[in-house]
């Protein structure tokens, strides 16, 4: 899987699920977390493709912002 690609495979309620959740993350802030947070939670999480997928996406935020944040840092590892 490449960062950023929604996890899904040919289950359109799954990719579904994981564009809500991009969708979700995408506009969270400090002052939106709770909402946001509930929100993500309100997705339901009855298969490991839907964690896997919220993990991956969490993943790939944090390294995103941290590269923005520190673009000198040139060993980013992943």
């Not at 994981?18 to 802030?29: E, F, H, S, V």
Request: charged share 25%.
């Amino acid at each position: 899987m490449q960062i950023g690609q929604v996890v899904g495979g040919d289950n359109p309620e799954e990719i579904k699920k994981q564009k809500a959740i991009k969708g979700l993350l995408n506009k969270i802030t400090p002052e939106k977390f709770e909402k946001i947070l509930s929100d993500i939670i309100a997705v339901g999480y009855e298969t490991e493709e839907t964690e896997s997928g919220l993990i991956d996406q969490v993943h790939t935020i944090i390294l995103i912002n941290l590269y923005i944040a520190f673009p000198d840092a040139t060993e980013l590892h992943v």
